[in-house]
T-cell receptor
């Protein structure tokens, strides 16, 4: 257990529905990352936060995706109008910051869009 | 050319064998390097950081070759429990965005 939690662990939804995932990072870590991982690939960067500020978003992140980190604590990732291509594992990672780049991952949320 | 490239394998080795993986990166400004381990259907976990001088942790040795832009991971005396996917991760100095390779699968058999 890395100390990073994600909920739900699994989500099955129908195409066109909206879904929201939550990540609770390690409490003293000020950076939080979201990744997407599909079978046989490494995690792909989606976005990251330094405290409550969203500092970078991947061009992979279409306008159907939005992420927030209110108060610099937990974060949510919302996908609107889901598509079958959104099916993947969504991973959250926590990083202390301040020059330390080691990341600690949560268990992920596995999304299946039918 | 992908930013971070790894041979996906699988590498099939007997217990006790020594196995080495390489990972090449394209951005010469890269500053931080890591190896993560990922078990089937689990999250990645940090295995070790890779320092310029190389570093060793028990049976695991990581090395960095800046001139040829690759990092390596050597596992000695392989155990069944070493079976996993090994992900190479690279970050550039000016960016806090790590780039992951697709991973190298290792299967250690009795």
């Amino acid at each position: 257990d890395t100390g990073v939690s994600q909920n739900p662990r699994h989500k099955i939804t129908k195409r066109g529905q909206n879904v929201t995932f939550r990540c609770d990072p390690i409490s003293e870590h000020n950076r939080l990352y979201w990744y997407r991982q599909t079978l046989g690939q490494g995690p792909e960067f989606l976005t990251y936060f330094q405290n409550e500020a969203q500092l970078e978003k991947s061009r992979l992140l279409s306008d159907r995706f939005s992420a927030e980190r209110p108060k610099g604590s937990f974060s949510t990732l919302e996908i609107q109008r889901t598509e079958q291509g959104d099916s993947a594992m969504y991973l959250c990672a926590s990083e202390r910051g301040g020059g330390a780049y080691e990341q600690y991952f949560g268990p992920g949320t596995r999304l299946t869009v039918t | 050319r992908k930013e971070v490239e790894q041979d996906p394998g699988p590498f099939n080795v007997p217990e006790g064998a020594t196995v080495a993986f390489n990972c090449t990166y394209s951005n010469s400004a890269s500053q931080s390097f890591f190896w993560y381990r990922q078990d089937c259907r689990k999250e990645p976990k940090l295995l070790m950081s890779v320092y310029s001088s190389g570093n060793e942790d028990g049976r695991f040795t990581a090395q960095l070759n800046r001139a040829s832009q690759y990092i390596s991971l050597l596992i000695r005396d392989s155990k069944l429990s070493d079976s996993a996917t090994y992900l190479c991760v690279v970050s550039s100095g000016g960016s806090y965005i790590p780039t992951f390779g697709r991973g190298t699968s290792l299967i250690v058999h009795p």
